[in-house]
């Protein structure tokens, strides 16, 4: 172990400059987990205040629904911040694959490249969730201008009981340790492969199943009303988590398809990049994916007008969920952001050997960033389609069709997604420095 432990200090002691690529991984992975730290704890805020109001010997019956829909807003946004997490400890996998395997096939252990590994991960995550930590308390004030239930949240509602800070600094460590020693496995089992960049095999179609089951399912018990409603919440949120198997096979269908008609050079750059790596392509707009599903969700609201309530409690819910939508849909379109601008920096230094290449070849550095903006592009219309589709599957058993006629709705819908994936671009824009960084 001794070994190890020098061997990992010595191969972290060589960064030496801004370009080089280890610490260039380094800092954007600490910014990953940092983002999924601060927001896991604003979001567990959020829901204590709401759980805190509701045990008030004050409250309504209408308050005891709000932990309700603040805990639906939790567990569908803890599907892409797990995924933030786990890219964050994938960022460097490329780069990390070919030296562990180097070290793999020089006489090093599978033991000692676990080590290597686990240490890596683990202290990254533990900068970045310590860097979370403190933006979570500065965040708090920005989030106590918000009003529900007529008024504003103080400070002491919205902070986290002490012992959720460090389970949820553990809880981020061990995302990365765990995406970490699944990365791992093929360095450990096949390093020839590794090292001689062999393709993975393609994606099943049975990916579309559980997808499928969970809308099935859901749309029984709905119709038949045999189901308390936190089931059904339950149902909704592990729904959307199976998007996440069925958009990395939709990506490499796209990806063959695009190859096969590709007009340009940077069309074919753009599909092989998604054909080559699926799963990276889907993680990188996966977050948009999340905040279509949000924004549908939040304009079907658009049909209750809270002005015509004749209850003032049911105006006030209305109300209530239309600002807790738009307000989770902010910090999905947020997360989808830092989602593609570090998986989109990462892949760059990964593929850093790919662009020097083809500066040298004589292509021209718009050529690349048209590749890397199509890269985005495609796939993040490929995430709202499916997103889309899935957030119907689950819409229209509850509301039936007449939402789809109502020009309020679509309207809203439309606007909402525009906007996250406007956020979307602006993160794959941002990493163009890392581009110019890598060529020089």
């Avoid at 509701?54 to 807003?73: I, M, V």
């Avoid at 049911?314 to 999905?332: K, S, Y």
């Avoid at 601008?341 to 004589?362: K, N, P, S």
Wanted: charged letters at 10%.
């Amino acid at each position: 172990m001794s070994a190890a432990l020098r061997l990992w200090w010595l191969l972290r002691g060589r960064s030496a400059g801004r370009s080089d690529p280890q610490r260039l991984t380094s800092i954007l992975a600490a910014v990953a987990f940092a983002v999924t730290t601060a927001v896991v704890l604003v979001v567990l805020g959020g829901l204590g205040a709401f759980l805190d109001r509701a045990a008030a010997p004050d409250a309504t019956s209408d308050d005891g629904l709000y932990p309700l829909l603040a805990g639906t807003a939790t567990g569908l946004l803890m599907v892409p911040l797990g995924t933030l997490g786990g890219a964050a400890a994938r960022l460097s996998v490329a780069r990390r694959d070919a030296r562990l395997a180097a070290l793999r096939l020089t006489g090093a252990t599978t033991a000692q490249v676990s080590l290597l590994t686990v240490l890596d991960a683990g202290v990254q995550a533990l900068i970045g969730a310590a860097i979370g930590v403190v933006a979570y308390l500065a965040l708090v004030p920005a989030v106590m201008l918000l009003r529900f239930q007529g008024r504003a949240f103080t400070f002491t509602e919205l902070l986290v009981p002490w012992w959720v800070v460090p389970s949820t600094v553990v809880g981020v460590a061990l995302v990365a340790l765990v995406s970490a020693v699944v990365s791992l496995r093929k360095v450990a089992i096949t390093p020839l492969g590794v090292a001689a960049r062999v393709a993975p095999g393609p994606l099943h179609w049975s990916r579309l199943l559980p997808l499928l089951l969970f809308a099935g399912v859901f749309a029984v018990l709905f119709s038949l009303g045999r189901a308390e409603i936190i089931v059904l919440v339950g149902l909704v949120v592990g729904g959307f988590a199976m998007l996440n198997l069925l958009g990395p096979f939709v990506m490499s269908i796209i990806g063959r398809l695009w190859a096969g008609r590709a007009w340009s050079a940077a069309t074919l750059i753009a599909a092989r990049r998604v054909l080559d790596a699926p799963k990276t392509a889907w993680r990188s707009v996966g977050g948009v994916a999340l905040a279509t599903f949000i924004a549908g969700l939040t304009s079907a609201i658009a049909m209750f007008d809270a002005g015509s309530a004749p209850d003032p409690q049911e105006a006030q819910l209305l109300t209530d969920m239309a600002t807790g939508g738009f307000l989770t849909l902010g910090i999905a379109g947020a997360v989808a952001a830092v989602s593609t601008g570090v998986m989109q920096a990462g892949r760059v230094i990964d593929q850093r050997g790919e662009y020097r290449a083809l500066h040298l070849a004589g292509t021209e550095p718009r050529v690349m960033g048209s590749a890397r903006l199509q890269e985005t592009g495609l796939p993040l219309v490929a995430a709202v389609g499916v997103a889309t589709a899935g957030a119907l599957l689950f819409m229209v058993p509850a509301l039936g069709y007449d939402f789809l006629s109502s020009s309020v709705v679509l309207v809203q819908f439309g606007l909402c997604v525009t906007a996250a994936c406007g956020l979307v671009l602006l993160g794959a824009l941002a990493s163009g420095r890392v581009v110019r960084t890598v060529l020089a």
